[in-house]
């Protein structure tokens, strides 16, 4: 018993410099994000505010039953991870072989300036691309006046509801997939170029290096990204869908965040509410990363933790 | 790249493929810089333009007019230069510490993993920011950004990825952790390092809610915060107009991309330095050689 | 006996010669005292010369807090749940009723004292105002309410809500009424000619559309069933989207939309963007909500985009509802309110009280609109204001302030003095003034403003009532997704039953609280 604890101490004092490291990080998230958090409580409690957070009333879990026993919340619910698993089926991919496109670009020229334009909608928010899509798609937009004179009739884009989450995934993709191209093709860069010289002398073509040297490569990082878009499936979103969804589509679109957004405006805010929403989409998030992370160990990969 | 490949079919699939992907995304760009430049009956008439009819300057010389945006600038590089050294420092210190093997690595890792999901809410957070004295201080966009931990876990994959024979064979010329962090780990990391910074920059750059909540001086409110407000203002705008006023075409839309296109401008020009270190082989290949 | 009364007598007193010691150590105010308040276009305000002259004459200096229509809400919540309020806090109480109640209950905010003799302006406006009285808790008032300035002339408020359209247009069709009187559905059939015969020579014009947080309701719903969400219809409350008259109301907007009358993008435009389309000469009728400002904007840009239209083209169009009537709304007779921080002391209070006395009365008013006296306007022998603005080319005269700035309005809305402003073109004011005489005609259905629900501060109202605040979603929804009247009675009634239980519970309670005398 004694022999571990001096092992335990040797050890600590061995890696005395990378505790040190670890002071900054750590002194950080314990004053701005764990001594706050005392706040979690008013989640069962009724804020009275000149009781304060400590000494107001607990009312057990009755902040979550309103919540719960409105059938709207439920629908949020749904469209939130029918939503987030489409953009992460059908939207993530993207990113990753754009990356892969534009790595085997030889132009060097041409393939810096497409990489500087592909990150310009990244800094356009939502409210503006919102506008941007309203004209566009909109019955009297653009793209309807040419279908009309092509004799192709009209077709209600934005009031669709078959076509609403199709339209948050790919104007997603065209908003972001550029971004996020970057951190793909720093990863890139960081693959030993001698594996592709050497491939080339065993005789690979392009197809064999990119499954057999760039995909790899780059693995890490996509489990990495993949794993923490899960996390965050509760509470991603807000502002794309609250600028581009309309009443029509509520049953569809309407996802928790913007769900909450709605019903604290009619009412008085309930912080002991809005704390109850914030904890089960924490719980929510928290339980789909460990369950992402298993999944991806379960492969081989590395996860977070 | 030494060797020459010929040009394929596949290189010109991608190559239309890239490009036309690259107008998708260019032609609405473009497009929010005519909206900035062109009065509001244009606007109104055909919000999709290839060539404006009328230019009109008025949208920017309304957003420049504004007396706290020279202000906003100022504030905004500041946080975002002394923003970006402070996010960066932390997520180098602590990504490195998390990829050695040390006692309580797992038990770290949960503590920082828990703080994504859980928050105790505005009004402790509010409590807090007023009782540091940060209310109303330029500081307060800079010190509770701490460190994104999306990019620590990133950072910390890249420098798993860094094989420890380097390492090793430092430790055994007597170098401590600091010393292989800051004179071997990093010199191999600045593809990633670039991009985190490039990340962080933007993420400061952009701040506006810290702005919104804590900052009440007109002097030291951040440039996005000043845009925001403009915009608000100019959908008013046309409320209760002096006869002067009522002769200038601004329209919410034509000013909200002035806005954009004011912010943007600096990221786009610094943009292209950073690119070069995103060429590969200036890691590990070009170390061993 | 009498000793005592003499003490009496003296004490009474030495009591009164203090007090006004005191009250004359007022009057010089000796101490000075900064007040932290929060406000728009700080910036601007900061340079105002008129803040100067408030600053000196009351001996007060000012810390502003900006805020602006998009964060205001938020930045007052969050200061005063975590008490950190100004000392002067303005904010708006509508839809935050129940805040209101619970926290003044708890003592977050000061209570006003009673103004009686020493703020004669201020106590005019508790007089003429009614919303005040519903804002008392136990006899005390929390929150001072801004007055509209138009509160003394017009009984009852009503609404600028209007429509406006092409007359040049309606002209060109031949369907032109010179007194702009219609008839639904004559307003209808002119639509229907603009978007046939389109004199707006577009590629496609559009007939009706509004500013888009007014759709669903302004084209048809609003007008036919005209009533407030939670009416007393035979002697007890009923909610209004039950109601058969509300489902022909929706029924007549479907109609419109189905055949095309209705702009179709309406559902989905973001707010501006039916007037963006009427400036740009697509559209021909359009509804909003009138302001003198909202409508010398739309008339600026309409002349500006084409040479060939001026101002005698476009006005105010007078339309019966569906039922036969005209219909117009009682407006609540305030628009925002300053509450106080209970940390200031009775002293400081009464100090700004002052300031707030002041502003409220004739010379305040004149400095809020005109300016300082001497420089932008003087008095003449007839006791006739004189202003003396610079003018422009055109010889309108330019005003020295920045409008956007809202300090001076503290005390009275401006609405009075832009009716009048003379800044504007006549026939914008005079627009917007037969709107409001329109209104107080005899044939009016005036829509009464319902004071009681309004600040009505219920336990189950306040928690249930937001699970209804879909309903406007609702209507647009089955207006647009359903292909027949009998799909949309069908979806409408769902809607309605699944909505039963709760509406049962709030009526139960409004019954019980609002109708026990």
């Not at chain 2, 400061?204 to 203002?233: A, T």
């Not at chain 3, 806090?89 to 209101?100: A, G």
């Amino acid at each position: 018993m004694k022999a571990k604890i001096n092992n335990l101490l040797s050890s600590i004092f061995e890696h005395k410099y990378i505790y040190l490291m670890l002071v900054p990080g750590l002194a950080f998230l314990l004053v701005f994000k764990y001594f706050p958090m005392y706040g979690i409580q008013l989640a069962f409690k009724r804020y009275m505010i000149n009781e304060g957070i400590t000494g107001s009333p607990w009312i057990g879990l009755e902040n979550f039953l309103y919540i719960w026993s409105e059938p709207a919340f439920w629908r949020a619910f749904k469209n939130t991870i029918v939503i987030s698993l489409m953009k992460l089926g059908l939207g993530f991919p993207i990113g990753i072989i754009l990356a892969l496109l534009i790595n085997e670009l030889k132009m060097k020229k041409y393939r810096r300036f497409l990489q500087t334009i592909y990150t310009f909608p990244h800094f356009l928010s939502w409210v503006i691309v919102s506008g941007i899509i309203f004209n566009f798609l909109g019955n009297t937009g653009a793209l309807n006046s040419l279908l009309e004179n092509l004799g192709l009739g009209q077709i209600n884009f934005l009031m669709n509801k078959g076509i609403f989450r199709y339209l948050l995934v790919y104007s997603e993709v065209w908003k972001e997939a550029g971004w996020s191209t970057i951190l793909y093709l720093a990863a890139i860069a960081g693959i030993d170029p001698t594996l592709y010289e050497a491939a080339t002398v065993d005789g690979a073509n392009r197809w064999h290096k990119i499954k057999y040297i760039t995909w790899p490569g780059i693995q890490n990082i996509v489990v990495i990204m993949f794993i923490m878009t899960v996390g965050s499936i509760m509470v991603a979103g807000f502002n794309q869908v609250f600028n581009l969804y309309n009443e029509v589509v509520y049953d569809v679109g309407d996802i928790i965040s913007t769900y909450v957004y709605r019903i604290s405006f009619q009412q008085a805010p309930d912080y002991g509410v809005s704390t109850a929403v914030g904890l089960f989409n924490g719980v929510v998030n928290f339980m789909l990363l460990m369950i992402a992370n298993t999944v991806a160990k379960k492969f081989g990969k590395s996860g977070i933790i | 790249m030494m060797t020459k490949r010929k040009f394929t079919v596949v290189d010109i699939i991608i190559l239309i493929l890239l490009t036309i992907f690259g107008l998708a995304v260019l032609y609405p760009f473009y497009n929010a810089i005519l909206v900035s430049l062109v009065p509001q009956h244009v606007y109104a008439e055909s919000p999709f333009m290839l060539w404006p009819d009328e230019i009109t300057l008025d949208a920017y010389k309304q957003v420049f007019n504004d007396q706290t945006l020279i202000n906003g600038m100022k504030t905004t590089v500041i946080v975002t230069f002394l923003g970006t050294v402070y996010n960066m420092l932390i997520t180098i210190l602590t990504s490195y510490a998390l990829t050695k093997d040390i006692p309580g690595r797992k038990f770290i890792n949960y503590l920082i993993l828990f703080t994504m999901f859980f928050s105790g809410g505005l009004i402790p957070y509010y409590l807090l920011i007023k009782n540091l004295g940060l209310i109303n201080n330029i500081l307060v966009m800079v010190l509770p950004m701490g460190f994104n931990i999306m990019y620590m876990i990133v950072l910390r994959s890249f420098f798993n990825d860094i094989p420890d024979a380097l390492e090793e064979s430092a430790k055994i010329d007597g170098a401590n952790d600091f010393i292989i962090l800051f004179k071997i780990i990093l010199p191999l990391s600045l593809p990633i390092l670039a991009t985190l910074s490039l990340y962080y920059g933007v993420n400061r750059w952009n701040e506006w809610y810290h702005g919104m909540l804590f900052i009440n001086s007109p002097d030291i409110m951040p440039l996005q915060l000043v845009l925001r407000n403009i915009v608000q203002d100019a959908s008013k705008f046309l409320q209760g107009n002096t006869a002067a006023m009522a002769n200038v075409e601004t329209f919410s839309e034509g000013i909200q991309m002035a806005s954009v296109v004011t912010t943007m401008f600096p990221i786009m020009m610094l943009y292209p330095f950073l690119q070069r270190y995103f060429l590969s082989g200036l890691t590990l290949g070009a170390v061993k050689s | 006996m009498k000793k005592k009364i003499v003490l009496l007598l003296v004490s009474l007193l030495l009591v009164s010669f203090m007090s006004t010691a005191v009250m004359a150590q007022d009057e010089n105010y000796e101490k000075e005292y900064t007040y932290v308040i929060n406000t728009m276009n700080v910036d601007s305000l900061l340079e105002d010369p008129r803040l100067d002259l408030i600053k000196e004459k009351f001996n007060v200096d000012f810390e502003f807090r900006p805020v602006n229509w998009g964060n205001w809400d938020e930045r007052v919540r969050i200061w005063t749940a975590s008490g950190d309020m100004p000392d002067v806090m303005w904010t708006d109480l509508q839809n935050k009723f129940t805040e209101y109640v619970n926290w003044a209950s708890q003592g977050a905010y000061k209570p006003i004292p009673k103004f009686g003799d020493k703020y004669p302006n201020l106590q005019a406006i508790r007089d003429k105002l009614k919303s005040d009285d519903y804002w008392e808790i136990n006899g005390e008032l929390y929150a001072m309410p801004v007055p509209m300035g138009t509160v003394d002339w017009r009984d009852p408020l009503v609404d600028t809500f209007n429509f406006i359209y092409r007359v040049d247009w309606a002209k060109e069709v031949g369907l032109f009424n010179k007194d702009h009187e219609y008839s639904w559905d004559e307003m209808v059939e002119m639509a229907e000619a603009f978007i046939e015969k389109n004199p707006g020579e577009n590629r496609k014009t559009i007939g009706i559309g509004g500013i888009g947080w007014a759709w669903p309701w302004f084209a048809g719903l609003r007008q036919t069933h005209q009533m407030n969400t939670y009416t007393v219809k035979d002697g007890e409350y009923v909610w209004a989207p039950a109601q058969p008259e509300f489902l022909a109301g929706i029924k007549e907007t479907k109609k419109l939309y189905d055949q095309g009358i209705i702009w179709e993008d309406q559902p989905i435009a973001n707010n501006d963007a039916a007037k963006n389309k009427f400036i740009a000469g697509e559209l021909g009728i359009y509804f909003d909500n009138i302001s003198v400002g909202d409508y010398s904007g739309i008339m600026n840009s309409i002349t500006a985009a084409d040479k060939n239209v001026e101002l005698a083209d476009v006005s105010p169009m007078f339309v019966t509802s569906p039922k036969g009537n005209y219909f117009a709304e009682e407006l609540l007779d305030h628009w925002s309110a300053t509450i106080y921080n209970p940390e200031m002391s009775d002293a400081k209070l009464a100090r700004w009280l002052e300031i707030e006395n002041y502003m409220a009365g004739k010379k305040g008013q004149r400095l809020s609109t005109l300016g300082i006296e001497g420089k932008d306007y003087q008095i003449d022998e007839n006791d006739e204001v004189e202003i003396l603005w610079e003018k422009d080319e055109d010889g309108n005269l330019i005003n020295p302030y920045d409008t956007g700035v809202r300090f001076f309005q503290l005390t009275t809305m401006h609405d009075e003095f832009d009716l009048n402003n003379p800044n504007l073109a006549d026939k914008i004011k005079n627009d917007v003034k037969s709107i409001l005489r329109r209104k107080l005609e005899d044939d009016v259905y005036v829509n009464p403003q319902p004071y009681e629900v309004t600040w009505f501060a219920g336990d189950d109202y306040t928690r249930y009532n937001s699970r209804l605040g879909d309903t406007m979603a609702e209507v647009s929804d089955v207006i647009v997704s359903t292909n027949s009247m009998e799909e949309l009675e069908n979806k409408w009634q769902e809607y309605i039953d699944s909505k039963r239980d709760t509406v049962d519970i709030i009526l139960e309670e409004l019954n019980q609280e609002l109708l026990k005398e």
